[in-house]
């Protein structure tokens, strides 16, 4: 059904404030076997496109009885704007009914019209006879026009849910995803749906085959007899989203943190990262970076008071890892410093800064730690590329905390 906005019948009024401003409307029926006993006549505004005939059902219209043999003389109607700016273009329609309110006849305008001030435009409309398709639904070719059965094709699904209400063949969307028909690529399945959360399991939960989970950061790392950390590198897993073999890679792209950050490693040593995406980190940041035809649009910044209530106080905001990691240079800074890149800064009200990245950027995983509101957290941080193109100028890394 296309939106459009509809003047209802109130704001057509036969009588009206002027005589020579509207749209005189002729209506006739010389194809008709029976003589209609009403006939409502609505108006919708142009959008560009010819109006859905579905919407008929519902729109508001103005209701006449009719007084003339439309066989023979034409049913004629005034229709006058109250609030409607002249040069506003519209479609005109008419639904014709017997005497038991059954629609009998539909007739549109070929094109639309505009109310143009001063001016009285005469149209005609042809009624046709409507085709029923069953008690309570009629139809104009292929579209519901007018109904008062909410099943029309006898399946057992409600229109609201029927992918066809025309086709007994075709049923509903009964999964309970509130994606109804459409785009829905299972429509059996309430978890699968579009813009639904990708497990990387090798099902395509949101109907999307493009479309694949986000890496996962996985440490490596190395410890001694005493299970104490020796060494440790920071990486990230791919997604394998199809076939037998769907999960995650090897770990990959790892680089190795210095012995500042082995208290972090520690963390890990001592919980299965894997299994348990809480044990990597206390909480996780999904950042929009945008991208055109020249790379990354960078510098980008978010600001890290976002994450802290209070902004005045010392976060102890830290980089785990250096500030050169692969092709990528991010850092720190207090918020419009504008100096060099830091791996340490204290103060809540900071930035936190991707300077540089690879020329084909691709999702890349960091992580800073801090005290946040008395609470300190290690944050996991996805720089996922986003191509919208650049203007030259630094932007904002778009950052939102999402469940790990």
Same mark, same amino acid.
């Given at each position: ?7 209802? #019948? #109130? ?16 209506? +006739?029926?010389? /194809? ?39 066989? =023979? ?6 229709? $006058? !704007?109250?609030? @409607? ?6 479609? @005109?329609?008419?639904?014709? *009914?017997? %005497? ?6 539909? /007739? ?14 005469? @149209? ?13 639904? @009629?139809?104009? %070719? ?25 086709? !007994? ?23 699968? *749906? ?16 493009? +479309?694949? &989970? ?29 076939? &037998?073999?769907?999960? *995650? ?34 909480? *996780? ?13 960078? &510098? ?23 500030? =050169? ?13 504008? %100096? ?22 691709? !999702? ?12 300190? $957290? $290690? ?14 100028? !630094? ?10």
């Amino acid at each position: 059904m296309n939106a459009r906005t509809l003047i209802v #019948a #109130a704001a057509l009024a036969l009588a009206a404030c002027s005589d020579d401003t509207g749209i005189l409307v002729e209506i +006739h029926g010389e /194809g008709l076997v029976q003589q209609p006993a009403r006939i409502d006549t609505m108006v919708i505004v142009d959008q560009g496109v010819a109006p859905d005939s579905a919407m008929w059902g519902v729109a508001d219209a103005q209701q006449a009885a009719v007084d003339v043999d439309v066989r =023979q003389t034409p049913h004629t109607v005034m229709l $006058r !704007p109250d609030g @409607v700016e002249p040069g506003t273009a519209v479609w @005109v329609a008419a639904l014709a *009914y017997d %005497g038991g309110g059954e629609l009998i006849a539909w /007739g549109e305008l070929g094109a639309p019209i505009a109310f143009e001030a001063d001016l009285v435009k005469r @149209v005609a409309i042809e009624l046709r006879a409507a085709e029923e398709l069953s008690p309570g639904c @009629v139809v104009k %070719g292929d579209v519901v026009v007018s109904r008062t059965d909410a099943d029309c094709d006898d399946d057992a699904f409600d229109f609201t849910v029927d992918c066809d209400d025309l086709d !007994p063949q075709i049923a509903g969307d009964t999964d309970g995803d509130e994606v109804v028909c459409g785009g829905d690529c299972d429509m059996t399945d309430g978890s699968i *749906y579009p813009g639904a959360p990708e497990a990387c399991d090798g099902v395509d939960s949101d109907c999307d085959p493009e +479309h694949v &989970p986000p890496p996962r950061p996985c440490p490596l790392v190395a410890t001694d007899a005493e299970g104490n950390v020796v060494g440790c590198a920071l990486g990230q897993a791919s997604c394998v989203d199809s076939g &037998p073999d769907a999960g *995650y890679g090897a770990c990959v792209d790892a680089v190795s943190l210095p012995e500042a950050d082995l208290d972090v490693c520690q963390t890990w040593a001592e919980c299965d990262v894997g299994s348990d995406p809480a044990c990597f980190a206390d909480g *996780y940041l999904h950042c929009k970076l945008d991208t055109g035809d020249g790379g990354a649009c960078v &510098p980008a910044v978010f600001e890290l008071r976002d994450l802290v209530e209070n902004d005045d106080g010392e976060c102890g905001w830290r980089l785990v890892g250096n500030i =050169q990691q692969l092709a990528w240079n991010v850092g720190l800074r207090p918020r419009g410093d504008g %100096g060099p890149l830091l791996s340490f800064v204290g103060p809540c009200d900071a930035e936190l800064v991707v300077a540089d990245a690879p020329a084909v950027p691709l !999702p890349r995983f960091f992580m800073i730690t801090g005290v946040t509101d008395g609470v300190e $957290r $290690r944050l996991a941080l996805l720089v996922d590329p986003n191509r919208v193109g650049c203007d030259g100028g !630094p932007t904002e890394l778009r950052c939102a905390e999402v469940a790990p």
